[in-house]
């Protein structure tokens, strides 16, 4: 009787499926054969991109290091002591660094997009992350409620049983109580 129930009911689950979203109706429909909603997001991620985003985004890890940092420091170290101290009458770049300048506005366009395309994507990647961890508590929670409904129909049977034990019982010492009488 029980698994007609439940027949039934994944049966009308499935017609109801037509209303739900295509990651609804995957996630109801590997809760429903017993099957794992857990998976590697990393590597689904990291599988659908191009060779340019790869790109973008060691670029932006780099410019974000403080291997950067050091080197982009010392650089501009060197520019201003070159142009400052050792070529001081004949510098190619001399103070205010108009040249220096010119190629940091160049570098802070190129990178700045870049960063912003990293940024877009990992957004991405932690929306895919939300809702992969929505779909595994959504499964986890299932299972909860139903273990809980298997505890529960188990305390039931427990306490039929009891009470079938405890009537035996009571009719065993009323048998007994009637023999005694009778004697």
Known sequence: MIDQ???????NILEMLDTLSHREQFLI????QGKH?????????????????????QVASFGGSWTFIMIFGSILLSWVVLNSIILARSAFDPYPYIL????????ASIQAPIIMMSQKRLAAKDRLDAAHD????LKAELEIADLHKKMDELREKQWLDLIEMQQEQIRLLTQLLEEKNGK
């Not at 429909?29 to 429903?32: A, E, G, H, P, T």
């Not at 909603?37 to 985004?57: H, I």
């Open 37 to 57: 909603v857990t998976r590697n997001t990393n590597k689904e991620f990291d599988e659908t991109l191009t060779f340019g985003q790869r790109l973008a985004d």
């Open 29 to 32: 429909r590997r809760i429903l």
């Open 5 to 11: 129930t439940q027949e039934q009911a994944k049966n």
């Open 100 to 107: 220096l300048n010119l190629f940091l506005s160049m570098l």
């Open 134 to 137: 929505y779909e595994v508590n």
